[in-house]
T-cell receptor, first 115, second 110 residues
Framework: AQSVTQLGSHVSVSEGALVLLRCNYS??????LFWYVQYPNQGLQLLLK??????LVKGINGFEAEFKKSETSFHLTKPSAHMSDAAEYFC?????????????FGQGTELSVKP | DADVTQTPRNRITKTGKRIMLECSQT?????MYWYRQDPGLGLQLIYY???????NKGEISDGYSVSRQAQAKFSLSLESAIPNQTALYFC?????????FGSGTRLTVV
């Protein structure tokens, strides 16, 4: 079985500050991990994914995440927040079997960026 | 054309009505999924299908049914809609470790 917990349903940062969105997972099989972003009234956009290659994954818009097996974590970071980063972010876990499979999502974290 | 197309984009329906949400894809993927999104709950899996003859219940399948008419088509039905089925519904496909999501259907049950 797999599950995801996102710590903090709402995170607020100032423009230019570090963004840190936390994600912890549970998985009985080697996982693939994903971060998606959803802008208001839009669908899901893939930010980045971990598929058992490099543990530090770089994504779009300056985001990156590090897979830490010992901590069962996959936290999302960005060094300097921009106003355009305001959105909802979802962490998801799937089976790491190269065949795809059902994705299990966290509850989401809404990011606000203050001027 | 989008890789995963959902119709309709928006729908308002009355309690007790039957409604079908449709999903079609041009990715050629075997695996398809239906999720619903509610504020504060993220996306929850309703049903998934790994090929035309394989249909599986997800976390929240009660009140829903699906039909996989072809590799490219996966429909979600609400046999008798109720207000707490008001949500944003997403269809998705996958192959290897790539997932593609549709733009969503916003369903309101009044």
């Amino acid at each position: 079985a797999q599950s995801v917990t996102q710590l903090g349903s709402h995170v607020s940062v100032s423009e230019g500050a570090l963004v840190l969105l936390r994600c912890n997972y549970s998985s009985s099989v080697p996982p693939y991990l994903f971060w998606y972003v959803q802008y208001p009234n839009q669908g899901l956009q893939l930010l980045l994914k971990y598929t058992s290659a490099a543990t530090l994954v770089k994504g779009i818009n300056g985001f990156e995440a590090e897979f830490k097996k010992s901590e069962t974590s996959f936290h999302l970071t960005k060094p300097s927040a921009h106003m355009s980063d305001a959105a909802e972010y979802f962490c998801a876990v799937g089976p790491g079997n190269n065949q795809g499979g059902k994705l299990i999502f966290g509850q989401g974290t809404e990011l606000s960026v203050k001027p | 054309d989008a890789d995963v197309t959902q119709t309709p984009r928006n729908r308002i329906t009355k309690t007790g009505k039957r409604i079908m949400l449709e999903c079609s894809q041009t990715k050629g993927h075997d695996r398809m999924y239906w999720y619903r999104q509610d504020p504060g709950l993220g996306l929850q899996l309703i049903y998934y299908s790994f090929d035309v003859k394989d249909i599986n219940k997800g976390e929240i399948s009660d009140g829903y049914s699906v039909s996989r008419q072809a590799q490219a088509k996966f429909s979600l039905s609400l046999e008798s809609a109720i207000p707490n089925q008001t949500a944003l519904y997403f269809c998705a496909t996958s192959a290897r470790y790539g997932y593609t999501f549709g733009s969503g259907t916003r369903l309101t049950v009044v």
